[in-house]
């Protein structure tokens, strides 16, 4: 979670955002002494934001992360398993690899680490997520190719695709309070509630 809303942070307001925003369990007066550093002032620096205002804020950003980041986890857990049925996998030089192509955005350590940094994330986290994408590319290669075979394009393959969501979806259950797209529980016509992003650019006056 702590992942999550540093990426989120870093992409939506530009910057590295303060430590201690989300963990779990819930920390909601912590998360309200960090959101103090990056809530908007007033000319004479007096916070925009009443503490009620702070503590709704964090209790948003926390439902919002915990069920993004469970989403994640949910994906991440859906590529492994179907990788491991289709005997597909990513080896550590495939990796490596990737990671390679990935720093010629970033060509120095330097450069790596202040990424790394400023998004709150470990170097096995960003090494997780090219695994993850390494497989990922692995499966709509054969996912296409299982298509073609059967003389089908694209609509083939959206119903190949479809075909295994459903069976894996059908098989993943979500416990209570943890109900996001993927558990069997899921029903779309709970009411949405705000993204990180809306929340974080709420809590910061952007």
């Known amino acids: 979670m702590q992942a999550t809303v540093g990426g989120d942070f870093r992409r939506t307001i530009g910057t590295e955002g303060p430590a201690g925003l989300v963990s779990e369990p819930a920390n ?81 350590r330097e450069d790596l680490g202040k990424y790394l940094t400023e998004r709150r994330w470990s170097l096995a986290d960003l090494l997780y997520q090219l695994k993850l994408n390494v497989l990922a590319a692995k499966l709509v290669a054969r996912l296409r190719q299982q298509a073609s075979e059967t003389g089908g394009g694209t609509r083939a393959l959206v119903r190949l695709t479809s075909k295994r969501d459903t069976s894996t979806a059908a098989k993943t259950t979500c416990r209570h309070g943890f109900v996001v797209p993927g558990c069997r529980e899921y029903r779309t016509n709970t009411p949405p509630a705000p993204s990180s992003e809306v929340v974080l650019k709420r809590l910061t006056g952007k």
Not at 45 to 50: A, G, H, S
Not at 52 to 71: F, G, N, V
Not at 79 to 95: C, D, M, Q, R
């Open 28 to 108: 909601y007066p912590r998360c309200i002494a960090a959101a103090r550093f990056v809530a908007p002032r007033s000319f004479f620096n007096q916070l925009r934001y009443t503490r009620a205002e702070l503590e709704d804020a964090c209790r948003q950003l926390y439902r919002a992360i915990k069920a993004q980041t469970l989403s994640f986890l949910i994906s991440s857990e859906w590529t492994l398993t179907e990788s491991a049925k289709l005997k597909l996998g990513a080896t550590a030089a495939e990796v490596q690899h990737a990671l390679e192509v990935d720093m010629q955005k970033r060509p120095t």
